[in-house]
Each structure stands twice: as structure tokens, then as C-alpha cells.
């Protein structure tokens, strides 16, 4: 590369294509660590502050949730339920009382203790810390009538730019002000990458100490997709960027150039999402997490709550495919009545179909709820079970499922050992569904949730797209389908890899469907397996994205 490409490119983890050009605007930002200072007057009145400013941020947070949906609103619910938290603000209450010292100042050290307490559980926790620490900051913005950290309010459209962004803060972008994202930190699996793509926002994430150099540019062009931040854009190159379409329709099939089927299909995450997902032209469900109807429950729901649950998202795919995953219980969705909150390492612990082997009643409810809502709905049913890693374990679900009547049963291949069992766990079941996100944290042994190992967290690495190659592999074999669910999947790039290794069905946000979709119809089975042999020739993440990224031609003239 030369001097001058150097200085013109600033390179980072493209988390979610398409390009934008405009001004940069930084993030506001937290007033940062208040004074360690004491008082002795007004204790009673300072105290009696904290609640008042924690109830404020935490109406403020669920008035913003009633007037978003799906994914956004949920992390602005998760993130009210916080700021209403009474451990924290009892605490801070506490320690004003006792220590004598500002309520700024004890909010600030109530909240450090919850989120060192969160981090050192790791997994689902861990990531809530920095759901803490955006809170606090809120509350202390409260405290000191100062404004409030997060996203800039402007008209005019703009590339925004900041360290990284609390879940809260990307919940509340709007694609037509936002263009483009550009953060210091981050990965592609963090909380501002999932969010992006959901929004259709390009980002760049995790371009470290070069977002000065960003800053310090008018003008920037980003190219979500290729990972990179041009900082002098040619008055061409915006305006090519600026005409671009911002979110591109879905015209199903699913289909290479040369009419290679591939089924693209929608996540749904909770009810809300499925009438939305079918409406975006969705081939089908290729991932309907059952999450939902158990998180924030002291007792597993009843049979008949399930079947409600089941029944909303089946009827809203009449017709067309609905994968149904098993409870993911453990590591970062921990269920008091299921899972322990005691082990030292959550991530490697019982979740999963492992949760079956200490409360089985609660899998054969779920089975007798889905095979109940299927009996009933047009839509065609298939269930997958997670976080399988033997043999047994497969054919053992297998056996459930038939016992029920669900015959197109099948696994998620999320760790290295159902890759490499990949073969004969597909002669025990109907399909597999890859999920990227966790094999890619298992694989390279980095926590996902984990900022300073971001640049672990892509499944462009080589050890997970050859784990993805044998898995497809194993599938082929004993002539059965081989699906990816992961974010992966949204990537049109690395979803074209993936359909030169021989994946039969991609399922990602609706978003994602007509970028996706638009580049597989412009690109020949025969340029995906080319693409695919490229990346899996590569000895780095980042020349593999490069290398599959040069056999699609197709994407510079998508502007993906």
C-alpha cells in the first residue's frame, strides 16, 4: 500500500455494508469521573436526589421505547429496567449518608461496583456493565442540570462519529439524518454493529486512534462493506454515494445469476418482529428464537402461553418455512428457574440442549408446545435445538422431536466440535443451521461481548471459514441442507463466500434481504465458489475479506 493510499484510507471492521458521504459530528460525550468531594449540609436533600434523577432517565428511556419497535425497543426497555435498578440507587443513597460526599459522585461509585460485579460474571452480564455505565452517566447528567450524553440532534445529514455507542444510543438513530457510523471500538457481534444493520446504517467499527484523523476531515466517504473511511472523497464519489438506495426491496427467490436457489430467510427475535419480517419479502423464518417467552420470569411460561407465542409467528409465515430454535438458556440469557448464576465461566457452561440434561420437563414442554402450534398453523415447522456438540446429543433430539411429531428436526453448529462431527451428526438430522457469532468466539476462544478482542469476533477468519467449509462438507455428504443464521449472513459479501461453500439457505434482519439478494442475482454460482476458494486460501481475516471481495465485481456496482 502507499504513503498516500494510507493517509486517504482509514481501515476498521465493516459491520454493515453500503456507502455514505457527508460531515463528520463527534458524539457528546459523559461529563466524565466527578470530584471525590465532601459535604456535610443538605445530606437528606442530596440522598432524596438520586431516586428523582434515576426515576427521570428511566421515564425519559421507556417514553423513547413506546415510539420505537422490535430490537430498538427492547434495548431501551433493558436499559429503563436499569436506571430503575434499586440496588444502584440505594446504594448511591447509602453512600452519600455515610461517606458524605456528592450524589454525582456516589452514583458514580454505586454504579462502578454493579458493573464490576456484571464484568466478573462474564457473557450475557458482562455486556450489561456497559448498560450501566450509560446509565450512570445519564443520571449523573440529571444530577448536574447538565445535557444528557448521546447521539446529536441536527437536521442535516451527517456521519456520526464516537468511541463506541451504548445500545441506547444506537437504538435512537434515524437512517435518514445518521448516514454512516464510524466508532473507535467495537466488533462485528457488538450491540452497534447488530443495531446497524438493522437499521441499514453503513458502519465502520474499531478504526482505534485514526478517528482523529476522521475528525479532522469536512468530508468523508464510508463504505460500510469494504471496512474502509475514504478521508478525501472526489466530488464524484459523493455524489455517487449520496444517490444511492437507501434500503433496497426484497424480490423473492432467492437466486444466483444462473438461478442457483438459495433461500433467503428472516430472524425473529419476539412476535412484534414476524409480521414485519414476512412483510419484507422473507422466504421464511430461518431463525425464531424462543427467548422471548422465557427472559424475566421466575417460572418457566405455561405449555398454553407457548403455544399463544408459537402460534403469532407461524401465522404470520402461512406457507413458507419457520425454524424454531429450542430455549438458548445460559451464558448470556440466564433463567433463574433453568440455569445457576454461580459458574465461573457461563459461556462453557450449562446452556443450551445441556440445560436438558438437569430439568428435561421444561425441553419436552417446549416440544409438546411447538408440535401443538404446528398441528394447528399452515406454516411448514422445522425446530433445532442449540448448542449441540456430539453425536448423541443430536440423535437424542432427534428422538424428542419425533416423539412429538416434529420430523424435520435438526441442530445449530455454533462450537468447532459440531463442525467437525458435522458429517455424521447430519445422519442422525434433518438439517444444521450455523450460528457465526458463537462459533467464531468459540473457535478463537474471545468472548464476543469482549471489546478489546474485537478484532477476533469476525467470522471472516480463517479457522471459522474452514470450519464453515466442513460443515457445509459433512451436509453434502449425507445430502442435507446446511443453513446460516448468524450475522454472517447479512454480510452480501460473505454471504456469497458462503454459497460458494455450499449453504442452501441464508436467515438474517429483513433489512438485510435486498442487499443480499440483489447481489447473489447479479453474481454467478460459479463467481461464489470462486469468492469462497479465495477466502479460504487466505491467512488472515483481512485478506480474505479482500481476496472474496475482488472476485465480486458485483459489489462496486451495488455500492456494497
Not at 440496588?87 to 443513597?93: E, F, G, K, N, P
Not at 447488530?194 to 468530508?219: F, K, M, N, S, T
Not at 407465542?309 to 402461512?318: E, K, L, P, R, T
Not at 433463567?335 to 428435561?360: C, H, K, Y
Request: charged fraction near 25%.
Amino acid at each position: 500500500m502507499s504513503g498516500e493510499e494510507q493517509i486517504r484510507i482509514i481501515r476498521g471492521a465493516g459491520v454493515s455494508p453500503g456507502r455514505a458521504a457527508g460531515p463528520t459530528v463527534r458524539m457528546a460525550t459523559a461529563a466524565g469521573e466527578p470530584p471525590r468531594r465532601r459535604r456535610s449540609q443538605g445530606l437528606d436533600e442530596a440522598s432524596a436526589a438520586i431516586p428523582a434523577a434515576a426515576s427521570a432517565v428511566a421515564e425519559d428511556l421507556t417514553d423513547r421505547a413506546e415510539h420505537t419497535e422490535g430490537t430498538a425497543r427492547e434495548v431501551l426497555q433493558t436499559t429503563a429496567q436499569i436506571a430503575k435498578d434499586p440496588t444502584l440507587v440505594s446504594d448511591a443513597q447509602q453512600r452519600v449518608r455515610d461517606e458524605q460526599i456528592t450524589p454525582e459522585r456516589a452514583v458514580w461509585e454505586a454504579a462502578g461496583a454493579v458493573a464490576s460485579q456484571f464484568e466478573s460474571l462474564g457473557g450475557y452480564l458482562a455486556e450489561r456493565a456497559r448498560d450501566v455505565a450509560d446509565v450512570r452517566d445519564r443520571i449523573i447528567a440529571h444530577l448536574l442540570g447538565a445535557p444528557s450524553p448521546g447521539v446529536p440532534q441536527r437536521e442535516e445529514p451527517y456521519i456520526l462519529l464516537a468511541r463506541d455507542l451504548a445500545p441506547v444510543d444506537t437504538a435512537q438513530l434515524d437512517p435518514e439524518v445518521v448516514r454512516a457510523l464510524v466508532t473507535e471500538e467495537g466488533g462485528p457481534t457488538s450491540h452497534t454493529a447488530i443495531l446497524a444493520r438493522a437499521l441499514g446504517i453503513p458502519a465502520v467499527v474499531g478504526v482505534g486512534e485514526a478517528i482523529e484523523q476522521v475528525a479532522a476531515r469536512d468530508v468523508v466517504l464510508v463504505d460500510g462493506g469494504a471496512g474502509e473511511v475514504l478521508l478525501d472523497p472526489t466530488e464524484e464519489q459523493v455524489a455517487a454515494a449520496k444517490e444511492r438506495v437507501r434500503v433496497r426491496a426484497f424480490d423473492p427467490p432467492g437466486r444466483t445469476k444462473d438461478g442457483h436457489r438459495v433461500a433467503l430467510l428472516a430472524n425473529v427475535g419476539e412476535v412484534a418482529e414476524a409480521q414485519p419480517a414476512a412483510d419484507s419479502g422473507a422466504e421464511g423464518v430461518g431463525l425464531f428464537r424462543t427467548e422471548f417467552a422465557f427472559l424475566g420470569r421466575d417460572t418457566e411460561p405455561s405449555v398454553a402461553e407457548q403455544v399463544d407465542a408459537y402460534s403469532a409467528v407461524f401465522a404470520a409465515f402461512a406457507g413458507r418455512r419457520v425454524v424454531i430454535r429450542t430455549l438458548d438458556a445460559g451464558a448470556d440469557k440466564p433463567m433463574p428457574f433453568l440455569t445457576s448464576g454461580e459458574e465461573s465461566n457461563p459461556a462453557l457452561g450449562v446452556r443450551g440442549i445441556r440445560t436438558s440434561w438437569q430439568d428435561r420437563d421444561v425441553l419436552e414442554n417446549q416440544l409438546t408446545a411447538i408440535a401443538q402450534a404446528a398441528e394447528d398453523s399452515e406454516a411448514e415447522v422445522w425446530v433445532m435445538a442449540p448448542m449441540v456438540s456430539r453425536v448423541a446429543e443430536a440423535e437424542d433430539f432427534v428422538t424428542a422431536c419425533a416423539a412429538h411429531g416434529l420430523h424435520r428436526a435438526g441442530v445449530m453448529v455454533e462450537v468447532p466440535s459440531a463442525a467437525l462431527l458435522a458429517g455424521p451428526i447430519l445422519a442422525r438430522a434433518e438439517f444444521a443451521s450455523i450460528g457465526t457469532n458463537d462459533l467464531t468466539q468459540y473457535t478463537l476462544a474471545a468472548d464476543r461481548l469482549l471489546g478489546s478482542l474485537a478484532p477476533l469476533s469476525t467470522p471472516w477468519d480463517p479457522a471459522v471459514l474452514q470450519l464453515l467449509q466442513y460443515t457445509c462438507d459433512g451436509g453434502a455428504a449425507q445430502s442435507r441442507p446446511v443453513g446460516v443464521c448468524g450475522e454472517a449472513a447479512a454480510d452480501p459479501a460473505l454471504a456469497a463466500v458462503l454459497v460458494g461453500m455450499g449453504v442452501s439457505s441464508l436467515s438474517m434482519t429483513p433489512r438485510a434481504l435486498g442487499d443480499v439478494g440483489a447481489l447473489l442475482a447479479a453474481t454467478t454460482l460459479a463467481e461464489c465458489r470462486a469468492a469462497a476458494g479465495r477466502a479460504l486460501a487466505a491467512e488472515s481475516a483481512e485478506d480474505a475479506r479482500r481476496a472474496a471481495r475482488g472476485a465480486l465485481p458485483a459489489l462496486v456496482e451495488l455500492a456494497l
